[in-house]
T-cell receptor, first 111, second 114 residues
Framework: QQPVQSPQAVILREGEDAVINCSSS?????VHWYRQKHGEAPVFLMI?????EQKGHEKISASFNEKKQQSSLYLTASQLSYSGTYFC????????????FGKGTLLTVNP | DVKVTQSSRYLVKRTGEKVFLECVQD?????MFWYRQDPGLGLRLIYF???????EKGDIPEGYSVSREKKERFSLILESASTNQTSMYLC?????????????FGEGSWLTVV
């Protein structure tokens, strides 16, 4: 089952902040975040693991609430290069690392 | 450098044809994936393989099969292509537990079925 992402789309001016949410109906072991530019492959941003370990990008942060089965990606002081579609991927415990992605959030950053 | 290579970027096939999409990774990863990407639907998992000859159905396996005879190669097979399988297909790989790591994606294969 795909995780649910919100919002579906967001438009920002350069320098503004954004939050993208990802929620699952199942208990999660890990959450991954990826960004995809048009016509390109998705690129890794961050992994959040059950128990609090986090690996990722310097300028982008995220949280993982295991009890609520939710994760949020925080984009601060957005740059034009942040534009793209953001996907969260979720791993359910015991799934042998099978990763299921949401439908994506289209982020547009304007000058 | 990490590399997941999909052999065909753009294909046009006729309805009913058998289609092979090939993917090779050079990172000695156990796990490999095939996703389908459609506008508004995101990335949907078709099949997943966690070892040679081992496979597991994803969320949308109908109309597809896979083959993993060697660790580095994971093939997606459309036994009889249909127009509703026109899409972009992404292959990916990553190492297994313990320790979670990034998934590496290929460039994608754009398939049009006419």
């Amino acid at each position: 089952q795909q995780p649910v992402q919100s919002p579906q789309a967001v438009i920002l001016r350069e320098g503004e902040d954004a939050v993208i949410n990802c929620s699952s109906s199942k208990a999660l072991y890990s959450v991954h975040w990826y960004r995809q530019k048009h016509g390109e492959a998705p690129v890794f941003l961050m992994i959040l693991l059950k128990g609090g370990e986090q690996k990722g990008h310097e300028k982008i942060s995220a949280s993982f609430n295991e009890k609520k089965q939710q994760s949020s990606l925080y984009l601060t002081a957005s740059q034009l290069s942040y534009s793209g579609t953001y996907f969260c991927g979720t791993e359910v415990g015991g799934s042998n690392y099978k990763l299921t992605f949401g439908k994506g959030t289209l982020l547009t950053v304007n000058p | 450098d990490v590399k997941v290579t999909q052999s065909s970027r753009y294909l046009v096939k006729r309805t009913g044809e058998k289609v092979f999409l090939e993917c090779v990774q050079d990172m000695d990863h156990e796990n490999m994936f095939w996703y389908r990407q459609d506008p508004g639907l995101g990335l949907r998992l078709i099949y997943f393989s966690y070892d040679v000859k081992m496979k597991e159905k994803g969320d949308i396996p109908e109309g597809y099969s896979v083959s993993r005879e060697k660790k580095e190669r994971f093939s997606l097979i459309l036994e009889s292509a249909s127009t509703n399988q026109t899409s972009m297909y992404l292959c990916a790989s990553n190492p297994p537990p313990p320790g979670r790591n990034t998934i590496y994606f290929g460039e994608g294969s754009w398939l049009t079925v006419v």
